[in-house]
């Protein structure tokens, strides 16, 4: 191939591929450097050098600078591609190890060589660059939306020709159940991941997540485009149905009414684009409860009982209704749930109302017992809000005081053998732990701390060795606590079993 052929090889390449020349210049440089070395019967490593101004080009013979390796015969282990180091100095005294000696050899021909090999070279260089174009366009694209063409359809994976610059996969789990698509379908999607592999970059797009959901309103309500109205979260049964938390920036606005639309337009765009799901808009509120409230629509909440602790709430609907709130299958009460992230109890107002009174019993009957009061004494307390002792123990005596049953005298009373119960029982709790002692490993081990050893001893966990046989729902059952730290701190007493 003549100098002016190499030059005008690259740039028609250069100009179809949108590849830099500099790419080319290296493949066609591989491909004279491996038809060199096909001159020559000993294995020499050779380097070829393109002008990219003439198209001229030169070849070297190279030899590697190396340390002599022990293990083989006379220190080289390629004597035709390496020299050892002190043999390179002779040559340049100036040369470091890892350096190469070159000497000028002829040339292959380009024109004689075999043009297979030199095409595979050149073709695969050519890949190279459009592999590494495609993941630099699509990196900073991830979280965007993306529209295509869908090419085939594989075992339920899809598979989408991105406007001619990539091609893309939404695996069977990322697409819309029973969602009907055809090969040549117009397809959107969310861009979840774009990953660098050996075949070039895998782009993959999901149809199920919250995040296309979000995407779609962003795209669909200018207000969600400019910053006015903000999407807090949302939760989603890809296909059947979704719930969205919206909020306002300006109290102006009315966010839900934004995202609904003129005649639903809007959510209606959106829900097209999702094969027909339904969409909820709910308005997001500050306060736990009546997001919940907003949440749990179109049912109607009668009351709520929060517990903060196990993060739940007891949601309490009409009997008639109760259907309704939960849903097709718990549908409903399940995206409320993911939606707010709280674990949501839903009941109807005669189960609520049970469940209420045998609570209210039951800790009636606790403080009756522990202040060694009446009933008419423990059913006031209760209904004041205390619920324990240690609520009452705590408390100022005045505020038991302006109680309207009680006077200074009752209230000094109930305040005074709170106290005592609480020492009592406090006694009581160190006078058990006392009795079990746990072993020094269980009490020096990591994560552990003195209260919960001996709280474990009791229980006849002793040593490592107990802890480490006891699954995670045993150890929760023994002693509370949440299960990631009981995961945690069973795997550090099983570290002696992997150790040997």
């Known amino acids: ?35 060199t070395k096909k001159l020559y019967r000993e294995d020499i490593d050779v380097r070829v050098a393109i002008d990219p101004t003439s198209g001229d080009y030169e070849s070297f013979r190279r ?16 004597p035709d591609a390496q020299i050892l180091l002190a043999d390179a100095k002779l040559k340049n005294p100036e040369i470091e190890l890892g350096d190469f000696i070159e000497e000028p050899i002829e040339a292959a021909d380009f024109g004689r060589i075999g043009a297979q090999a030199a095409k595979q070279v050149i073709v695969q260089k050519v890949r190279e660059a459009e592999r590494k174009k495609v993941y630099e366009l699509y990196k900073d694209k991830v979280g965007d939306l993306v529209t295509g063409v869908i090419k085939r359809i594989e075992r339920g994976n899809v598979f989408v020709d991105l ?20 090969v040549g379908d117009r397809i ?20 199920s997540s919250p995040d296309l959901l979000i995407a779609l309103f962003n795209l669909e309500v200018p207000e969600v485009g400019d910053g006015l109205i903000e999407i807090l979260g949302a939760a989603r049964d890809p296909g059947s149905r ?21 005649r639903g337009s809007r959510v209606q765009a959106v829900s097209n684009e999702l094969a027909g799901e339904r969409v909820d808009i709910i308005l997001w509120d500050e306060s736990d409860a009546q997001f919940v409230i907003n949440a749990m629509s179109p049912a109607d909440v009668v009351s ?69 009061v009446d009933e008419d004494v423990g059913l006031i307390l209760y209904q004041e809000g205390y619920t324990s002792i240690e609520e009452i123990g705590m408390v100022d005596v005045g505020d038991l005081a302006a109680i309207e049953e009680f006077d200074e005298d009752i209230a000094e009373a109930l305040h005074q053998r709170a106290k005592d119960g609480l020492l009592i029982k406090a006694i009581a709790s160190e006078e058990v732990l006392e009795e079990h002692e746990p072993a020094q490993d269980l009490l020096e081990m990591e994560g552990m701390d003195r209260e919960l050893a001996f709280k474990l001893a009791s229980k006849k966990v002793i040593c490592m060795e107990d802890l480490a ?10 002693v509370a606590m949440d299960e990631e730290r009981a995961g945690t701190l069973i795997m550090k007493a099983r570290e002696p079993w992997f150790a040997e």
């Open 163 to 182: 406007e001619g610059t990539a091609d893309a996969i939404i695996p069977r789990e990322e697409m819309i159940p029973r969602e009907p698509v055809r």
């Open 188 to 207: 959107r999607g969310y861009l979840k991941e774009v990953e660098e592999a050996a075949r070039g970059p895998q782009l993959k797009v999901t149809r």
């Open 1 to 35: 191939m003549a100098n002016k052929e190499i030059l005008m090889v690259v740039d028609v390449i250069s100009n179809e591929k949108e590849i830099d020349r500099s790419v080319l210049f290296e493949a066609i440089e591989a491909a004279l450097a491996m038809a």
């Open 304 to 372: 709520i009982v929060v517990d903060e602790d196990a993060h739940s709430m007891d949601v309490s609907v009409r009997d008639d209704s109760l259907s309704q709130a939960i849903g097709r299958g718990g549908q409903n009460v399940r995206l409320a749930s993911e939606l707010t992230g709280w674990t949501l109890n839903v009941m109807g107002e005669t189960q609520a109302e049970e469940k209420s009174a045998s609570e209210s019993e039951e800790f009636v009957k606790q403080l009756m017992l522990d202040l060694d």
């Open 242 to 262: 979704a719930k969205i938390a919206v909020r306002s920036r300006d109290q102006r606005l009315d966010p839900v009414g934004a995202c609904v639309g003129m």
């Open 63 to 78: 030899w590697e600078v190396i340390e002599a390796d022990p293990d083989v015969e006379d220190g080289i282990e390629r």
């Open 469 to 478: 046989e006891l699954a995670i729902d045993e150890l929760t059952d023994i």
